[in-house]
């Protein structure tokens, strides 16, 4: 089999998908809204930054943001299900097909790290350091991210789930620990640190030398990475590949006890239990919801966080609408004895309860700086804002989709 030929297949197979996929997320509708939401952040953000002084956590805010960035992500492989026997034969062979991957996955990751350093430059100038500083830490970012990449390869030969939690715990405090020092200019700890990054990447190159390609992992992350993908393109369109994955979640069934179900209440059963426990959507909910909030709580009562508050319910709102049609490939819902009508009424019932949550954290999380009358118009704001979004926009939205 010809190893170039193959990735060159594998790669425009890929690029198609994620175009076709690609057209319909970034729609007009999306755009209006991003360029509103980029626009208006920009505009809040400068005069916010003008504030800042040499006080500002800089060292800590970059240290978080980069090691989080930098810790994340493995080596995209384009690799599929039936490789693990097909492939397997030629196994030794295929070295140049993986480091054409890694090399692809080294720039993706850095294109999304430089995207976000750009967006902190205003800070770092404003605080800490100068152009020629920032030149340098961007040459450490490029090089922390071959490093990480290639400590992330080497783990994931071994067989032990428990050394991928390991790792990302061990990578995430040193990349934190290497950006934290270096903004500080504590070079001789920074070098301390390297040497210690440079030893554990070493020690899981030599301890997986003679091990075989995990393919079961490998492809296990390539699904991971798409299910991904696809969740969000099937918020704008229908995805066959799109796998729901179940998890349990016992401590969810407070929900169900606490109320009593008759007939009508038969789609209220099915989306709250879909809610917590099928695909990613209770998932999402938590992820906007806790980033939203430590965003309003760390703005000390600032009108920018009435912005941020919206944009967040508003995304969360819009992703959650694929539960409408989480079981339309499922004929059983069809039998139901109930009325569509109904169904549209628990669906909305449960969008609302949603957000609302959400809107009461919001404004918790905003009180916590003092700002009681502002909080109090922060909550009837978000209010007003989650009733238009269901009844103006998302039953006519889920009236489309049928």
Known sequence: ?????????????????????????????????????????????????ATLDETFPTAGLFAVVFALLLTNGTVIT?????????????????TSYFVRAYILTVLWRLSITFIVLLMLIPIYLQTTGTGKALLVFSGLLVLLQFLNLYTRWKVDYDTDQASVTWDLT??????????????????????????????????????????????ERLIVNEERRMAFFYRIANLFTDVPQLRNRIKRRKWADMFMKSRRWTPSSTYSFLFVRTFFRSG????????????????????????????????????????????????????????????EDTKKKAFLKIMLNILWTQNIIFTVSFITSFEFQRGLLLFLVLSGFCYAFLFLYCKKRIEKLD
């Open 78 to 94: 384009f690799l599929k299900e039936a490789d693990k026997v097909f492939l397997l034969p030629i196994e030794t062979n295929l």
């Open 280 to 339: 990613d959507y209770f998932g999402l909910f938590m992820r906007l919801t806790v980033i939203a909030a430590l965003l309003i709580w760390g703005l000390n009562g600032s009108y920018i966080a009435f912005a941020i508050a919206i944009l967040f319910i508003y995304l969360t709102g819009f992703q959650l609408i694929s539960l409408w049609k989480h079981y339309d490939a499922v004929i059983w819902p069809d039998l139901y004895p109930v009325g």
């Open 170 to 215: 061990v990578r995430l405090l040193l990349n934190g620990l290497l950006v934290f020092f270096f903004i500080n200019k504590r070079f001789a700890l920074f070098a301390i640190v390297c040497i210690i990054f440079v030893i554990y990447a070493v020690y899981f190159r030599n301890k997986m030398k003679n091990s075989g390609l995990p393919w």
């Open 1 to 49: 089999m010809n190893r170039d030929r193959l990735w060159n297949e594998r790669f425009m197979e890929r690029l198609k998908e994620l175009l076709r996929y690609g057209r319909y997320i970034f729609n007009d509708h999306l755009l209006i809204v991003l360029l509103f939401a980029v626009g208006g952040g920009a505009y809040y953000y400068k005069d916010w930054v």
